[in-house]
């Protein structure tokens, strides 16, 4: 049996840990529209499009997925994509969170501050072998 695209979003939902008001809230949408997306209850195609496309660029998701169940769930990213894709997770924490302060810290570092912490974690890696 073939899934539909509700049931793969809920999938989709499930594998990231999230319940239904969370996916909503990461996409702008109330619980109540995930619960008649996961359904095949919405009507208006215009808003089903919408959120398939924000469901792909905010999750990841590879949309052929998505829309036929073909390939991988998530598109894989390359290395400056993944370090990007942090990056904006990061900044949309809390203001003033160790991670923030500690990326602000480091844009901040001059070429001989750079080679002094990658001497330390140098040093660090070796110490657990």
């Known amino acids: ?5 509700g049931e793969r979003i809920e999938i989709l939902r499930k594998d990231l840990s999230m319940s239904r ?4 809230e990461r996409l702008g949408v109330s619980e109540s529209v995930i619960v008649n997306i996961e359904y ?6 215009e808003q089903k499009e919408s959120l398939y496309k924000l469901i792909c660029k905010e999750f990841n998701v ?3 997925w998505l829309r036929t ?3 991988e ?9 993944q370090i990007a ?6 900044f949309k924490g809390e203001k003033d969170s160790f991670k923030e302060r500690l990326l602000l810290a480091l844009a901040k570092l ?9 001497k330390i974690a140098e040093d660090l890696t070796k110490e657990k072998d």
């Open 1 to 5: 049996m073939e899934l539909n695209i």
């Open 21 to 24: 008001r969370a996916f909503g």
């Open 40 to 45: 095949d209850r919405l009507k208006r195609p």
């Open 62 to 64: 590879n949309e052929e």
């Open 69 to 71: 169940g073909e390939g």
């Open 73 to 81: 769930m998530f598109v894989t990213l390359n290395r400056t994509q």
């Open 85 to 90: 894709q942090l990056t904006a997770d990061l």
């Open 110 to 118: 001059d070429e001989n501050e750079w080679k002094v912490l990658e």
